[in-house]
């Protein structure tokens, strides 16, 4: 009973590194997003994809891009790694474009950059 | 510009009382509103929703009230227990606008259920 699934769960990065944050679902789900939590902030969608083979822009996308491989998996790419973007992220699901449906989170990627 | 606002950080309750976590938004386009529980080191998990066709939602001890005129919902836990001590995060979406069931959130409410 997985739902969603992030890798990894931890990294700390030196300023400059590349990394990509991974993330799959199995409750066969249309649309995936990824968002970035910081201290006394809420959840800010950085890009979502509303199906697979689309992805679009959330409110802070900047530094970040995104590959939604296969219906079950969606990836954000930090190209070149700043403080800035430490933060914990957050991938989730949803099952329907549109339609009044929660969506449905993992427990995130704990990211520090030195 | 916050479009989902949670005015107050913390909220402390005794055990088997009423807890009662307030929400206001901003957007008039807003039809869909979710609460989510957050404890440390795990994703939001999602709670109850309401849409803004209703104005009462109901789920075992969780309800949420709408109130459309004032841009304002609310959450009541009855009886609130010390496992619900977490962060409650509300989210809403213009869902009738096809805007992909964006969810944007406020900044969420520590709850404490003291013993």
């Known amino acids: 009973n997985a739902g969603v699934t992030q890798t990894p769960k931890f990294q700390v990065l030196k300023t400059g590194q590349s990394m990509t944050l991974q993330c799959a679902q199995d409750?066969?789900?249309?649309?995936m997003y990824w968002y970035r939590q910081d201290p006394g902030m809420g959840l800010r969608l950085i890009y979502y994809?509303?199906?697979?083979?689309?992805?679009d822009k959330g409110e802070v996308p900047n530094g970040y891009n995104v590959s939604r491989l296969n219906k079950r998996e969606f990836s954000l790419r930090l190209e070149s790694a700043a403080p800035s973007q430490t933060s914990v992220y957050f991938c989730?699901?949803?099952?329907?474009?549109?339609?009044?449906?929660?969506?449905?989170f993992g427990d995130g990627t704990r990211l520090s950059i030195l | 510009d916050q479009q989902v606002k949670q005015n107050s950080p913390s909220l402390s309750v005794q055990e088997g009382r009423i807890s009662i976590l307030n929400c206001d938004y901003t957007?008039?386009?807003?039809?869909?509103f979710l609460w989510y529980k957050k404890y440390p080191a795990e994703g939001p998990t999602f709670l109850i929703s309401?849409?803004?066709?209703?104005d009462k939602n109901e789920d075992g001890r969780f309800t949420v009230f709408l109130n459309k005129s004032a841009k304002h919902l609310s959450l009541h836990i009855v009886p609130s227990q010390p496992g619900d001590s977490a962060v409650y995060f509300c989210?809403?979406?213009?869902?009738?606008?096809?805007?992909?069931?964006?969810?944007?959130f406020g900044k969420g409410i520590t709850l404490s259920v003291r013993p």
């Open positions: 309401i849409s803004s066709i209703k």
């Open positions: 989210a809403a979406s213009a869902s009738h606008t096809g805007a992909n069931s964006k969810l944007t």
């Open positions: 994809s509303a199906s697979e083979g689309t992805t």
């Open positions: 957007n008039s386009m807003f039809d869909y």
């Open positions: 989730a699901s949803s099952g329907r474009q549109g339609a009044n449906q929660p969506q449905h």
């Open positions: 409750m066969n789900h249309n649309s």
